[in-house]
């Protein structure tokens, strides 16, 4: 076994990790580089690298944000819609939900859709959802499109004729005559052929708009990795969990949009525990998700780009994407989200966010808006980071607030680390109580670069009485890079297909061809499963997949009480076929281990906390010198600190994980 990286590009930090083959783990932490993300991976590298040979690096694993950020700030590539004639406004009039602070705009202007209606084209063919021709493909038509296309200097289509996933034929005609003189043509049914003609001309149309930026990425990436002696195989993270080779990656660009957050999920269910709660507190953003039987929750859609539903989630809104991603609740919470006064006087926090650059105003790189790292500083759970922090500049941030607020520095600062602390509560809240899931028999375990500061008094809001912070927390998503396994999806719908296994046999060996290995390979894993609805009901369920009907529609009837809360009988019919085939993961490394520390306390230092009245001096431990922490008190990691509240006791595990039980009340 050789050595790996892993690489996860946040919206502040660039985290590398190198784990070698006896387990030893080195780690670096660096500023993003937004205008160049790979500059930051290459510093990454060269840290972690050191006097290690390059060429004994096996695999390199990368989580980005790259499809996600290309669709938020639209600078994709322009697109032209391709569908059947009649159908070219689907995606112009898309669709919208009005969410709370645009209910009652009498001037609210919906979104722009993803692609301009004057770069929608027809082509005359027509398929039934049975896959039947209606009317045959008329090539000519497609000849003009393409001429129109190119003549615009459009360099990349998506092609999304109806039904397509009943009966591709029409569509790779289409795709193979435009491919003639258009780059980058991307076809629906190579894409993801699922039923819902909105939902599947919007994934397309993705796929088309960063396809060309992801391969363009990947490409450099690997040409700079190689500069530095590092030509392993790349594999990028999916949103489903598992990764994908930078090849694959190119082509299916769209299965990477939840590419970084899906990381960290896999090193929280890799903590010790069958069920947690995840919880990463990046520099910009946290994410929350439920682990249950060591497995997240994955959904087939979300959306991206939306508002009003903790990362744009709230169907209506955004674009939807229909590809399976681990199912988690962000929002714009993080050490660097600015506190700010409204024109009432009232203090928020994020969604925005001071990034890297100029960063925080600790950081000394030129940000003066008080941030959460500011007030976390400021309150003396902060004394140091991957780079220098000023306690005076920070202090200057936080007058800013104090002084309209009329209240002293410390209680706007803790003011600040309160408001935040409850948004990332309310992101717990929607994969928890809101879906039926009582929190409290679940371990926290917090992540990230401020995860471990805030995780018990969000634990605290639910009653949750353990936080776990793993070993490493800081780059915890790199770290899950590692443990991550090659792994594809297939899809196709097909209203109640005579031979199912049919249809499985060919999704699997579409799947074995994605991972380039033979169905009979040791070690190949295959997972079935159907989409099911009540006949006459226009939404599915995603249930595993039994040939026996009775025992699927057992499972489709108690999936359906625990989703809708109604016990339903009726008659069924099975929509979608889905395999998801995974490789073997890589030789893990032997855990990390030690004992507890002996020596005490590393000194003291004053900290605010609200249920002492204040500062007072408390003891600070690493991690390596901790046994057992009475809180309050501090923990300083190399990448993150955590926070010992009043009423909570801090232990180091032989795992080197960091366990924060609470005191019952």
Not at 349 to 372: H, I, K, M, Q
């Amino acid at each position: 076994m050789g050595y790996a990286i892993g690489v996860d590009v946040g919206g502040t930090f660039t985290d590398v990790v190198l784990r070698g083959p006896s387990g030893d783990v080195t780690v670096a932490k660096c500023l993003s580089t937004h205008d160049d993300p790979i500059a930051g991976i290459v510093t990454g590298v060269t840290r972690v690298l050191a006097d290690l040979d390059p060429a004994l690096v096996t695999r390199v694993a990368h989580a980005t944000t790259l499809a996600t950020n290309a669709i938020l700030e639209r600078t994709g590539v322009r697109v032209a819609f391709v569908t059947t004639r009649g159908f070219r406004s689907v995606v112009p009039l898309g669709r919208y939900a009005r969410v709370e602070e645009d209910r009652y705009d009498l001037r609210f202007t919906p979104p722009p859709p993803p692609v301009a209606p004057g770069d929608c084209f027809e082509v005359d063919e027509r398929v039934s959802a049975r896959g039947e021709v209606l009317t045959p493909l008329d090539p000519g038509s497609v000849r003009r499109v393409a001429a129109e296309i190119a003549g615009r200097g459009i360099t990349s289509a998506a092609v999304c004729l109806l039904h397509s996933y009943a009966n591709p034929a029409h569509e790779r005609e289409v795709a193979v005559i435009l491919r003639a003189s258009i780059p980058n043509v991307v076809a629906s049914s190579e894409v993801w052929p699922e039923i819902r003609e909105y939902e599947r001309a919007t994934t397309t149309i993705m796929s088309a708009y960063i396809g060309p930026l992801m391969a363009s990425y990947l490409s450099r990436l690997r040409a700079r990795l190689a500069e530095l002696g590092v030509t392993a195989p790349i594999h990028v993270m999916e949103s489903g969990g598992g990764v994908i080779s930078a090849e694959l990656a190119a082509r299916r660009a769209v299965a990477t949009i939840e590419s970084g957050p899906a990381a960290g999920v896999l090193a929280a269910a890799s903590a010790g525990f069958r069920d947690v709660i995840s919880f990463d507190m990046g520099g910009t953003t946290a994410k929350t998700c439920v682990v249950r039987d060591g497995r997240p929750e994955i959904t087939h859609e979300f959306h991206v780009g939306g508002k009003g539903s903790f990362g744009g989630r709230r169907a209506g809104t955004g674009v939807p994407i229909k590809t399976p991603a681990i199912d988690l609740a962000e929002v714009g919470a993080g050490g660097g989200s600015i506190a700010w006064l409204d024109a009432a006087g009232a203090l928020h926090v994020g969604p925005r966010s001071a990034g890297s650059s100029p960063g925080p105003a600790c950081y000394g790189l030129g940000g003066a808006e008080p941030t959460v790292t500011d007030a976390d500083l400021v309150l003396g759970y902060l004394s140091s980071a991957s780079i220098p922090l000023s306690p005076s500049l920070a202090a200057k941030a936080l007058d800013r607030l104090a002084g309209p607020l009329g209240v002293s520095r410390a209680e706007a600062a803790h003011a600040v680390h309160e408001i935040v602390s409850a948004s990332m509560a309310a992101a717990v809240h929607v994969v928890t109580v809101q879906r039926g899931i009582d929190p409290r028999g679940f371990p926290l375990v917090a992540f990230g670069g401020a995860g471990p500061m805030h995780a018990a008094r969000v634990a605290e809001r639910f009653g949750i009485g353990t936080v776990v912070v793993p070993a490493h927390c800081g780059v915890a998503s790199a770290a899950g890079l590692l443990a991550s396994a090659p792994s594809t999806d297939r899809v196709l719908s097909r209203l109640d297909a005579g031979d199912p296994e049919e249809v499985f046999a060919s999704l699997e060996r579409a799947a074995a061809g994605d991972l380039g290995v033979a169905l009979t390979d040791a070690g190949v894993r295959v997972s079935r499963s159907v989409d099911v609805r009540f006949r006459g009901q226009s939404h599915d369920l995603t249930v595993a997949w039994s040939p026996s009907r009775p025992v699927l529609e057992s499972r489709f009837f108690a999936r359906y009480a625990e989703v809708y809360g109604i016990d339903q009988r009726g008659e069924t019919e099975l929509v979608s076929y889905r395999v998801r085939l995974t490789l073997p993961r890589a030789p893990s490394a032997p855990p990390v281990s030690g004992s507890p520390g002996s020596a005490g306390p590393v000194g003291t230092r004053p900290a605010y906390f609200a249920a002492l009245g204040g500062y007072a001096d408390v003891p600070v431990h690493t991690r390596d010198t901790l046994d057992v922490l009475a809180g309050p008190g501090i923990v300083e990691d190399a990448e993150s600190t955590i926070v010992v509240p009043p009423g909570w006791t801090a232990r180091l595990g032989p795992d080197r994980a960091v366990r924060l039980l609470r005191e019952a009340p």
